[in-house]
């Protein structure tokens, strides 16, 4: 059973920074990509981040390039997500989440991935 546990949310000023973090337990991962996807309301749950595992190929979406970075730690399971500049607009659920990679390309589709964390809640306002 897989699980990944999200933390390093919260409210931040407009450009400020937090880090999000996301332990993952029950597997050992080898041909898998680790996402950040975030969720505001109303609307559809979007990829931002992503980075393979083995070959820590990475991908952004075009709104985080330059602000978000995203990297991994394999002695800890871990993935993590630097965020600086903060915008309003990045307020949303940040969901750590995990797919197969097939050593093409990342999936930016969300059904693509199997396992989820419970999300974290990111708040940039003054």
């Known amino acids: 059973q897989v699980q990944l546990v999200e933390s390093g949310g919260g409210l931040v000023q407009p450009g400020g920074s937090l880090r999000l973090s996301c332990v993952a337990s029950?597997?050992?991962?080898?041909?898998?990509?680790m996402g950040w996807f975030r969720q505001a309301p109303g609307r559809e749950r979007e990829l931002v981040a992503a980075i393979t595992w083995t070959t820590r190929h990475t991908y952004y979406i075009d709104t985080v390039k330059g602000r978000f970075t995203i990297s991994r730690d394999s002695a800890k399971n871990a993935v993590y997500l630097q965020m600086n500049s903060l915008k309003p607009e990045d307020t949303a659920v940040y969901y750590c989440a995990v797919a197969w990679y097939n050593g093409i390309y990342i999936s930016t589709d969300a059904n693509q991935y199997n396992y989820w964390g419970q999300g974290t809640q990111v708040t940039v306002s003054s």
């Open positions: 029950g597997r050992t991962f080898g041909n898998d990509a």
